[in-house]
């Protein structure tokens, strides 16, 4: 008994690239509302004027790529920690808790081609 399978490479890639865009743009913002969200977990959370919390975006940077940030130039202290002050990981942490529900999303949309 033989089996034959046949993948069209080229149209599949079409499919993969025409929804690629979307993609990274569904995963990306949820990722930023996860970080967003995740700014309460903390037992001290880093919110006082919440502009921290607002800089937050997102970018694509390219085909299949993007970028998420904080804007504001304090971002770093509050993620690694200074001397003074312990480190509160909101961007880490919120990647991190986002991870599991992205790769649904991509499962999903995979499925659908």
Known sequence: ??????????EFGKKIS??????VETVMRNTQL???EGF?????????SGQLR??????????GTGKIRAK???AQYVEYGTFKMA????????????EQKNLEII???????
């Open 1 to 10: 008994m033989s089996v034959t399978l046949n993948l069209n490479g080229k």
């Open 18 to 23: 025409a929804n690629l865009n979307n993609l």
């Open 34 to 36: 996860t970080i967003v």
């Open 40 to 48: 309460r977990k903390f037992p001290k959370p880093p919110i006082q």
């Open 54 to 63: 607002s800089s937050i975006d997102y970018t694509r940077t390219g085909e």
């Open 72 to 74: 504001k130039n304090y």
């Open 87 to 98: 480190p509160r990981p909101f961007m880490r942490n919120g990647v991190k808790d986002a």
């Open 107 to 113: 499962s999903k949309e995979l499925q659908q081609l």
